[in-house]
């Protein structure tokens, strides 16, 4: 006999929403590169559409799901990136957001399971995930994922003039 699974859109909604928005604000620290927030929301916008428009496709549940999650992650490498990476920089954001919804989706699987011993509602399982990301974040730039420092003071010194200004070092690229 079937079983009859009743899925709200709205609750579907939000849970992606808040789940990309944390995968791809992680993706962005692993990747080191500079997005506005406005462009990590768009992005989780729409690929939380995109998870909900794929339920309605006539095939068993978990395609859809994988279906959804293979276009949101590959919409949402092509609209965070810039239009400059090319080739590997797709594959590596889309590895690094598989990685990182492992890593988030593990964490708070082990933390229902094993610390708080219950059923998360739809309310605390958003902000656990916003806390999740929050914490991972902080630990990532704050010991793991070191930023050289490219801009340094510099004084110039012409016809008896002190010149101050802040000067790009040459990496040897």
């Not at 859809?64 to 990136?81: D, H, P, S």
């Not at 399971?113 to 704050?142: A, D, P």
Request: glycine share 6%; aromatic share 14%; charged share 15%.
């Amino acid at each position: 006999m079937r079983e009859i699974v009743h899925i709200y859109i709205e609750y579907f909604f939000l849970l992606n929403f808040v789940f990309l928005l944390c995968i791809w604000e992680l993706t962005i620290v692993f990747l080191a590169c500079s997005v506005t927030q406005l462009r990590i929301l768009v992005t989780s916008f729409i690929g939380a559409i995109i998870n909900c428009i794929c339920l309605y496709i006539p095939v068993i549940l978990l395609y859809r799901l994988l279906i959804g999650a293979l276009l949101t992650g590959i919409i949402g490498a092509v609209i965070l990136l810039p239009s400059k990476s090319r080739g590997n920089a797709y594959i590596k954001c889309l590895v690094i957001a598989v990685e990182t919804a492992v890593l988030l989706g593990g964490s708070i699987a082990i933390l229902q399971k094993f610390v708080f011993r219950s059923e998360f509602t739809l309310w605390q399982m958003c902000m656990l995930s916003m806390c999740m990301t929050g914490l991972i974040r902080f630990l990532l730039q704050k010991f793991f994922i070191t930023r050289q420092k490219l801009f340094y003071p510099v004084i110039l010194y012409c016809d008896n003039e002190e010149y101050s200004m802040k000067a790009l070092i040459d990496t040897g690229n």
